[in-house]
Structure formats: C-alpha cells, structure tokens
C-alpha cells in the first residue's frame, strides 16, 4: 500500500465551486505540504504544517486554504475556483528531524477548473 | 535564499545517445541537500538521489550519473544510452540544512523527449 495518498486522483469542477483535495500519510510524520506544479515553473510550496496546531502558508497561499484533521491527514481546500488554479497539486510528509530534509510524495492530484 | 535554476526547458535525442541535464543552484547555506525526481507521463514524481553538500563524490547508478561540483554550484545529471523509457521531466530540487521547515526549492524542470 502506498505509503502517501491522495484523493481524488482526477477531478474537473467550474469556476466558483468549492473543492477540497485530500491527503493521507502512513509514515508517520509530522510535517505535511501542499505543492502546486505547473509546467515550466516545477513545484511550488502553498501550505506546509509541522503538526496538528501548527499551518504555515508557503509561496503561493493566496486563494488556498488547508486543514489538518490529525497527524495523518492535510487537506487542500479552493473556496472558490478560479481557472488558473487548473494545475497538478502534490501532497508530500517529512520526518522530523529529518536526516535530509527528505520529503515524500503523494501520486498527485490532477485538478482542471473550467 | 535558495534558487535552482534548470536552463534547459526540453531535450530531444535519439535513443542511445548520451544526455546530460543541468542544474544550477543558489544557496547561503554551508550545508544542504540535492535532490533529482524524475516524473513520467503518468505524473508521479519518482526519487532519484539525494546528495549532501559535504559530500563531493559523484554517483552512478546504472545508467545514471550525477556530478556535483560546489565551485560551480551545479549537480548535472547523465544518462548514458538513453532510452525511450527515460522520456520524462526531471526535477532538481534544493533544501538548506538552515531551513526549520525542511522546504524543497524545485527548479523548473527538463523535458527529456528520446526518440527511438
């Protein structure tokens, strides 16, 4: 079983919609992110969490918001989509402390906002 | 602040072919970690290798090579006899030991095309 999932894997919505992207980790790591990737521009960081209590925003928060229910899982929440926040957005967890910052990844999830 | 710079956006070659993907980093810290991914047209990021910054020594693996040269800043990545199997983008990937946040700075990625 994979050890970073996300769901769902496909998802096609409307401007204006709210959609929610999860993500759940059996590693058992505290720390959890939310990447963007767009072509040429690799991935950029939205929301990163160290725990329960603790969300930061990353380079591109605007217009994301996140969640994190338990250890285990991290959502990403659009409010209102817009259509450029069509992208591939990965879900990755690192230990802590982490030998070398190494960060695992989810298999993304393929967003299209018409 | 950190940066990666991957200059070359797309690479064509013809199967067998030697082909060398750079990466140029930029970093204030003394020590910090380099990362390569590879993302097939299915759209996972697989892991390649990571390398420290105290440690110079180049790796191969495989088909695989890597180079890492501090007086450069660069981590350049080789395959050797390229095949179909190897079309791809490849990601190089920065994180500064400094960094409370383990953050990974992404370069913007090569689009390696091999053709049979």
């Known amino acids: 079983d994979a050890d970073v999932t996300q769901t769902p894997r496909n998802r096609i919505t409307k401007t204006g919609k709210r959609i929610m992207l999860e993500c759940s980790q059996t590693?058992?790591?505290?720390?959890m992110y939310w990447y963007r990737q767009d072509p040429g521009l690799g991935l950029r960081l939205i929301y990163y969490?160290?725990?329960?209590?603790?969300?930061n925003k990353g380079e591109i928060s605007d217009g994301y918001s996140v969640s994190r229910q338990a250890q285990a899982k991290f959502s990403l929440s659009l409010e209102s989509a817009i259509p450029n926040q069509t992208a591939l957005y990965f879900c990755?967890?690192?230990?802590?402390?982490?030998?070398?910052?190494?960060?695992?990844f989810g298999p993304g999830t393929r967003l299209t906002v018409l | 602040a950190q940066k990666v710079t991957q200059a070359q956006t797309e690479i064509s070659v013809v199967e067998k072919e030697d082909v060398t993907l750079d990466c140029v980093y930029e970093t204030r810290d003394t020590t910090y970690y380099l990362f390569w991914y590879k993302q097939p047209p299915s759209g996972e990021l697989v892991f390649l290798i990571r390398r420290n910054s105290f440690d110079e020594q180049n790796e191969i693996s495989g088909r695989y090579s890597w180079n890492f040269q501090k007086s450069t800043s660069s981590f350049n990545f080789t395959i050797t006899a390229s095949q179909v199997v190897d079309s791809a983008v490849y990601f190089c990937a920065l994180s500064e030991r400094g960094n409370a946040g383990n953050m990974l700075t992404f370069g913007g990625g090569t689009r390696l095309m091999v053709k049979p």
């Open positions: 969490s160290f725990d329960v209590k603790d969300i």
């Open positions: 990755a967890t690192s230990d802590f402390p982490a030998t070398y910052n190494e960060q695992f």
């Open positions: 590693k058992g790591h505290d720390r």
